[in-house]
C-alpha cells in the first residue's frame, strides 16, 4: 500500500471521529491502567460492567490494598481470568504506593515493570492517559493492519513498527483508537462489513464481502 492510499484511509476515519475514545470507562489514569489490565482476553463492555461496581469503592492504589486480594477478587470475578488478573492488579497497587507515591508512572520501563503489564497495556496508557504517540497493537489492530494491507507484519510487534514507520505524526495519537473501532464494528474477525465499509475503495483485501 502507498503512502498516498494511506493518509487517505486515515484523513476519513479521522473525519468520521475526529476526537476518538477507548469505550473503556475511566476517570484517572489509575482507573484506566486497572481497566487495560482487566481487558486481556475480555470484552471492554465486561470490565465495564465490572469497574462500575468495583471504582466508586476503590479507585486509588490503596483503595485496592484497603479491599484485600479477596474483596478484589469479588468485584472482577466476573471477568475471564479474574484469579490471576486480580493477583497482578493488587500486586501493581502494592508498587505503585511502595515505589510511585500512589502515581501512575508516565514512564514505559516503570510501567512494564508492573504486574500484568506487558507492552500493549503500557501503550494503552501512555497514549490514552498522557497523549504519547504510542500505537497499541491488539487482535483487531493487527487483523485490520494485515488485512487491509495498510501495515502488513507476521506478529503484534511486527506490525507496531510497521505503524510506527508509516503514519504520519499527525494522526499517531489517535491511529490506534480508529483501527481498533474499525476492525470491532467494521472490519470484523469472521465476516468483514466491505460493502459499508467508508475506506472499501483503498482497502487491499482481496476477499471483499458484499
Not at 141 to 163: C, H, P, W, Y
Request: charged share 25%; proline share 4%.
Amino acid at each position: 500500500m502507498n503512502k498516498q492510499k494511506r493518509i487517505e484511509i486515515l484523513t476519513r476515519l479521522r473525519d468520521d471521529n475526529p476526537h476518538p475514545e477507548t469505550e473503556l470507562e475511566y476517570s484517572s489514569a489509575f482507573e484506566l491502567l486497572v481497566a487495560v489490565t482487566l481487558s486481556a482476553q475480555a470484552t471492554d463492555v465486561g470490565v465495564n460492567k465490572a469497574t462500575r461496581k468495583l471504582f466508586p469503592v476503590a479507585n486509588t492504589p490503596q483503595g485496592i490494598l484497603d479491599l484485600g486480594l479477596e474483596g478484589l477478587r469479588d468485584y472482577i470475578k466476573t471477568i475471564g481470568l479474574f484469579n490471576s488478573k486480580a493477583n497482578n492488579v493488587y500486586k501493581m497497587c502494592q508498587i505503585l504506593v511502595e515505589k510511585h507515591a500512589s502515581e501512575v508512572p508516565e514512564n514505559r520501563e516503570a510501567l512494564e515493570a508492573l504486574p500484568g503489564v506487558g507492552r500493549k497495556t503500557a501503550n494503552v496508557v501512555l497514549n490514552t492517559a498522557f497523549g504519547w504517540p504510542t500505537i497499541a497493537v491488539d487482535t483487531h489492530i493487527f487483523r485490520v493492519s494485515n488485512r487491509t494491507k495498510f501495515a502488513m507484519g507476521k506478529d503484534v510487534v511486527a506490525v507496531e513498527q510497521k505503524l510506527e514507520k508509516v503514519v504520519p505524526k499527525e494522526f499517531k495519537v489517535d491511529v490506534h483508537h480508529w483501527l481498533i473501532l474499525h476492525g470491532r464494528y467494521v472490519c470484523t474477525a469472521r465476516k468483514p462489513k466491505c460493502g459499508s465499509c467508508m475506506i472499501e475503495d483503498l482497502c487491499e483485501f482481496k476477499d471483499k464481502t458484499e
